[in-house]
């Protein structure tokens, strides 16, 4: 086991003082770890290329698209959210018109009844007006009597 020459590679051998000496490769391929059929790239044809392209192209395109579509879907779901808040105002406003002209209706029917009343002269206003003063006199308030009314008759069930 004293040899002089340790091998550490097929193409690197090494002498004792630590020089390398390299051998001269013959035939590279020969020499290959790995062996089998594998594919070989062929080269690329100006038809592929232009199909490349037009299919970056379109996926471009595509996804734009899609992006425009997120954003028009946002932007009309706003203006759904506007319209409904919308419609909710206009359904309360129109409510509260009706209160409003129902009430109105019952001032006009007061009116009429007031005027009709000044037409034929059933109410006579006061020729003038009288002015008395006030008499100190202590507060007295009349108690009201109850009255024994009849009693009422449970009635059973709801």
């Excluded at 080269?43 to 299919?55: G, K, L, W, Y």
Aim: glycine share 4%; net charge positive.
């Amino acid at each position: 086991m004293s040899t002089n020459i340790r091998i550490s590679n097929k193409n690197n051998v090494f002498n004792p003082v630590g020089q390398v000496i390299v051998k001269p490769v013959s035939n590279p391929i020969a020499n290959t770890v790995v062996t089998g059929s594998f594919y070989q790239q062929k080269p690329v044809t100006v038809r592929e290329m232009i199909t490349r392209r037009i299919n970056k192209t379109l996926c471009i395109f595509l996804f734009i698209s899609i992006g425009i579509t997120f954003v028009s879907y946002y932007i009309a779901m706003n203006f759904e959210a506007k319209l409904n808040a919308l419609d909710r105002e206009i359904v309360r406003l129109n409510t509260e018109n009706q209160d409003l002209q129902a009430d109105l209706d019952r001032y006009k029917s007061f009116n009429n009844v007031d005027s009709k009343i000044g037409e034929f002269k059933l109410l006579q206003k006061a020729d003038k007006v009288l002015e008395v003063t006030a008499e100190s006199s202590p507060l007295i308030i009349p108690q009201s009597k109850k009255t024994n009314s009849a009693k009422f008759s449970w009635a059973i069930g709801y």
